[in-house]
């Protein structure tokens, strides 16, 4: 079976601070794929990045960064200097072969919330 | 329009009766999929379809029905809604199997009263 988890239910920060978004998985398998996305309030879900095991490199796409770490199964996501507009629910998604065919499992979700 | 479009977008209705959510998407993704988002549970899966024809079930798929007559639609039919079926659905698609990143519509809210 796999699961993802996020912990953290809510974060509020005020505007420019840092924010890291804590997600941890578990599978069987060693071929997986690990997914964050962003439901901002307007409610559409928002693709922001795929990550394969094999790809343990960190990566950063402007203000946001990810760190995955297989030793720790975690795939955490960071929001530098963040921003009214970052105010969201941020999932973290794991996709992986045997029992679950490569379904996407979700977490809970983590809502953010930056103040001005 | 291209994308995936889901309809209606809010629907309320009674205890009881059966409701169709649709969903449409033009990319020709061979997987579609079908989530309900609750608060504390994320998004779990309801159904899923592999093709035309070939479909599947997910975590949570008992009381609903769906089917895949051609590759572009997906509808999601409650047979008898319930209370616990209030829910924000959301219907996706990816072109391939569970390692690209799966694209959503905008989600229909259901109220079941």
């Known amino acids: 079976a796999q699961k993802v988890t996020q912990a953290q239910t809510e974060i509020s920060v005020v505007e420019k601070e840092d924010v890291t978004l804590d997600c941890v998985y578990e599978?069987?398998?060693?071929?997986?794929?690990l997914f964050w996305y962003k439901q901002p309030p307007s409610g559409e879900l928002v693709f922001l990045i795929r990550r394969n095991s094999f790809d343990e490199q960190n990566e950063i796409s402007g203000r946001y960064s990810w760190n995955f770490q297989k030793s720790t199964s975690s795939f955490n996501f960071t929001i530098t200097a963040s921003q009214v507009v970052d105010s969201a629910i941020y999932f973290c998604a794991l996709s992986a072969p045997g029992s679950n065919d490569y379904k996407l499992s979700f977490g809970a979700g983590t809502t953010v919330t930056v103040r001005a | 329009d291209a994308g995936i479009t889901q309809s209606p977008r809010y629907k309320i209705t009674e205890t009881g009766r059966q409701v169709t959510l649709m969903c449409h998407q033009t990319w020709s993704h061979s997987y579609m999929f079908w989530y309900r988002q609750d608060l504390g549970h994320g998004l779990r899966l309801i159904y899923y379809?592999?093709?035309?024809?070939?479909?599947d079930k997910g975590e949570v798929p008992d009381g609903y029905v769906v089917s895949r007559s051609k590759t572009e639609n997906f509808p999601l039919t409650l047979e008898s809604a319930t209370r616990s079926q209030t829910s924000v659905y959301f219907c996706?698609?990816?072109?391939?199997?569970?390692?690209?990143?799966?694209?959503f519509g905008q989600g229909t809210r259901l109220t079941v009263v």
């Open positions: 996706a698609s990816s072109l391939l199997r569970g390692d690209t990143e799966a694209f």
């Open positions: 599978t069987r398998d060693t071929t997986y794929y």
């Open positions: 379809s592999a093709a035309a024809d070939i479909t």
